[in-house]
Protein backbone atom coordinates (compact mmCIF):
# COMPACT_ATOMS: atom_id res chain seq x y z
CA UNK A 1 0.00 0.00 0.00
CA UNK A 2 1.55 3.28 -0.97
CA UNK A 3 1.71 6.03 1.23
CA UNK A 4 2.56 9.93 0.99
CA UNK A 5 2.30 11.85 4.27
CA UNK A 6 2.57 15.12 4.48
CA UNK A 7 3.86 18.16 6.86
CA UNK A 8 5.05 21.52 7.66
CA UNK A 9 2.13 23.58 7.50
CA UNK A 10 1.40 25.95 9.83
CA UNK A 11 0.44 29.51 10.39
CA UNK A 12 3.01 32.24 9.63
CA UNK A 13 2.74 36.01 8.84
CA UNK A 14 2.62 37.40 5.35
CA UNK A 15 6.07 37.81 3.82
CA UNK A 16 7.44 34.47 5.63
CA UNK A 17 8.35 31.11 4.54
CA UNK A 18 7.44 27.44 4.80
CA UNK A 19 8.59 24.60 3.57
CA UNK A 20 5.96 21.27 3.01
CA UNK A 21 7.64 17.88 3.33
CA UNK A 22 5.99 14.31 1.98
CA UNK A 23 6.94 11.53 2.83
CA UNK A 24 6.81 8.47 0.56
CA UNK A 25 6.49 4.75 1.64
CA UNK A 26 8.07 3.54 -1.49
CA UNK A 27 10.69 5.05 -3.62
CA UNK A 28 10.23 8.04 -5.76
CA UNK A 29 11.28 6.27 -8.84
CA UNK A 30 7.73 4.45 -8.99
CA UNK A 31 6.20 7.71 -9.47
CA UNK A 32 5.77 9.21 -12.78
CA UNK A 33 4.80 12.80 -11.51
CA UNK A 34 4.87 14.04 -7.94
CA UNK A 35 3.35 17.20 -7.09
CA UNK A 36 1.42 19.44 -5.24
CA UNK A 37 -1.97 20.53 -4.79
CA UNK A 38 -4.20 23.27 -2.73
CA UNK A 39 -7.88 23.68 -2.07
CA UNK A 40 -9.65 26.19 -0.06
CA UNK A 41 -13.15 25.60 1.01
CA UNK A 42 -15.53 25.87 -1.54
CA UNK A 43 -13.30 25.25 -4.52
CA UNK A 44 -11.77 22.49 -6.52
CA UNK A 45 -8.26 21.32 -5.31
CA UNK A 46 -5.61 22.97 -7.72
CA UNK A 47 -2.38 22.22 -8.96
CA UNK A 48 0.52 24.36 -7.68
CA UNK A 49 3.49 22.28 -8.58
CA UNK A 50 4.65 19.18 -10.07
CA UNK A 51 8.29 17.86 -10.57
CA UNK A 52 8.79 15.07 -13.36
CA UNK A 53 11.49 11.89 -13.37
CA UNK A 54 14.42 14.10 -15.16
CA UNK A 55 13.67 16.89 -12.51
CA UNK A 56 11.25 18.99 -14.57
CA UNK A 57 9.28 21.54 -12.61
CA UNK A 58 5.96 23.02 -13.40
CA UNK A 59 4.46 26.00 -11.33
CA UNK A 60 0.81 27.44 -11.45
CA UNK A 61 1.40 30.77 -12.69
CA UNK A 62 -0.02 32.40 -9.27
CA UNK A 63 3.45 30.64 -7.70
CA UNK A 64 5.80 30.70 -10.28
CA UNK A 65 8.87 32.45 -8.94
CA UNK A 66 7.61 32.19 -5.19
CA UNK A 67 7.36 28.17 -4.62
CA UNK A 68 10.05 25.24 -5.24
CA UNK A 69 9.19 22.25 -5.73
CA UNK A 70 12.52 19.76 -4.90
CA UNK A 71 12.78 15.92 -4.20
CA UNK A 72 15.30 13.87 -2.10
CA UNK A 73 15.48 10.31 -3.59
CA UNK A 74 17.42 8.92 -0.53
CA UNK A 75 14.93 10.20 2.28
CA UNK A 76 11.78 9.59 -0.75
CA UNK A 77 10.62 12.96 0.20
CA UNK A 78 9.06 15.96 -2.16
CA UNK A 79 9.52 19.21 -0.87
CA UNK A 80 7.65 22.89 -1.32
CA UNK A 81 9.59 25.71 -0.20
CA UNK A 82 7.26 28.39 -0.14
CA UNK A 83 8.39 31.92 0.28
CA UNK A 84 7.05 35.33 0.47
CA UNK A 85 3.66 34.04 1.21
CA UNK A 86 0.71 35.97 1.22
CA UNK A 87 -3.15 35.29 3.09
CA UNK A 88 -3.97 34.03 -0.95
CA UNK A 89 -1.58 31.22 -0.34
CA UNK A 90 -3.77 30.14 2.90
CA UNK A 91 -5.16 26.63 2.09
CA UNK A 92 -4.90 22.90 2.71
CA UNK A 93 -2.32 21.84 0.62
CA UNK A 94 -2.09 18.22 -0.28
CA UNK A 95 0.75 15.94 -1.90
CA UNK A 96 -0.04 13.88 -5.04
CA UNK A 97 2.12 11.08 -6.41
CA UNK A 98 0.76 8.87 -9.58
CA UNK A 99 2.17 5.57 -10.43
CA UNK A 100 0.68 4.46 -13.39
CA UNK A 101 -3.08 5.57 -13.79
CA UNK A 102 -3.21 5.73 -9.76
CA UNK A 103 -3.20 9.07 -8.26
CA UNK A 104 -2.18 8.60 -4.16
CA UNK A 105 -2.61 11.65 -1.92
CA UNK A 106 -1.08 13.28 1.23
CA UNK A 107 -3.82 13.74 4.20
CA UNK A 108 -2.99 17.27 3.58
CA UNK A 109 -1.20 19.94 6.21
CA UNK A 110 -3.12 23.66 6.79
CA UNK A 111 -1.17 26.48 5.64
CA UNK A 112 -2.44 29.87 7.01
CA UNK A 113 -0.73 33.25 6.12
CA UNK A 114 -1.62 36.58 8.62
CA UNK A 115 -2.01 39.98 7.57
Known amino acids: QVQLVDSGGGLVQSGGSLRLSCVASTSLDRFSILGWYRQVPGQNRQVVAQ???????IYANSVEGQFTISRDKAEKTVYLQMNNLTPEDTAVYYC?????????WGQGTQVTVSS
Open 96 to 104: NGMIIMTGY
Open 51 to 57: IMPDETA
